[in-house]
């Protein structure tokens, strides 16, 4: 079974970065794609990032120029690394890989 334990969220200050990292284990990791999806409270789930198993990427165009998903498939990892931060982006951001979901982590942009 595929298990995805993300971790870096925090609170930041506004224009602030962040790094999340998502370790997966139990799936040929380098052959599947990997998502960064998020949700703030009272909206749905929505995509933010990919990058498929060639590292080919892909944003939403609300954090194209801020954010940037790379994944290492020597340690089964993706990583998020998000700059400029704004309030908006608070949210808990999940980790998806092979029809499986992270537990979540919990960015808040705040001053």
């Known amino acids: 079974q595929v298990r995805l334990v993300e971790s870096g969220g925090g609170l930041v200050q506004p224009g602030g970065s962040l790094r999340l990292s998502c370790a997966a284990s139990?799936?040929?990791?380098?052959?599947?794609?990997v998502g960064w999806y998020r949700q703030a409270p009272g909206k749905q789930r929505e995509l933010v990032a990919t990058i498929t198993e060639s590292g080919r990427t892909n944003y939403v165009d609300s954090v194209k120029g801020r954010f940037t998903i790379s994944r290492d498939n020597v340690k089964n990892t993706v990583y998020l690394q998000m700059n400029s931060l704004k309030p908006e982006d608070t949210a808990v951001y999940y980790c998806?890989?092979?029809?499986?979901w992270g537990q979540g982590t919990q960015v808040t942009v705040s001053s």
């Open positions: 139990g799936s040929i990791f380098s052959s599947y794609a």
């Open positions: 998806w890989h092979t029809g499986y």
